[in-house]
């Protein structure tokens, strides 16, 4: 059964840090992209962070130079470290597992967890 677990989410005040995780279970993690997605009230779900099989990186514009997404692969957890937090940041974020297995894809999603960026 698959599964991904995020965990870290919480309130923070504006220019705080947060580590978000994610454990994966259930599927050869290694062998897939690892992305954290971010949902706003009343907004879509866009893509925050992603970080591929050979650990290539790549971040939303808003996020750059403030978050760091990273992955362990001993462990089957990818993390997201957030610093410098501003209250646009406040979301749900979302722990995304990808691969293409020939033609078909392989799409998780783990249930969410709130990030509140507040003073």
């Known amino acids: 059964q698959v599964q991904l677990v995020e965990s870290g989410g919480g309130l923070v005040q504006p220019g705080g840090s947060l580590r978000l995780s994610c454990a994966a279970s259930g599927f050869s993690f290694r062998t897939y992209e690892m992305r954290w997605y971010r949902q706003a009230p009343g907004q879509e779900r866009e893509l925050v962070a992603t970080?591929?099989?050979?650990?290539?990186?790549n971040y939303a514009d808003s996020v750059k130079g403030r978050f760091t997404i990273s992955r362990d692969n001993a462990k089957n957890t990818v993390y997201l470290q957030m610093n410098s937090l501003k209250p646009q940041d406040t979301a749900v974020y979302y722990c995304?597992?990808?691969?293409?297995?020939?033609?078909?894809?392989?799409?998780?999603w783990g249930q969410g967890t709130q990030v509140t960026v507040s003073s």
């Open positions: 995304n597992a990808f691969a293409w297995g020939g033609i078909r894809k392989y799409n998780y």
């Open positions: 970080i591929t099989i050979e650990r290539n990186t």
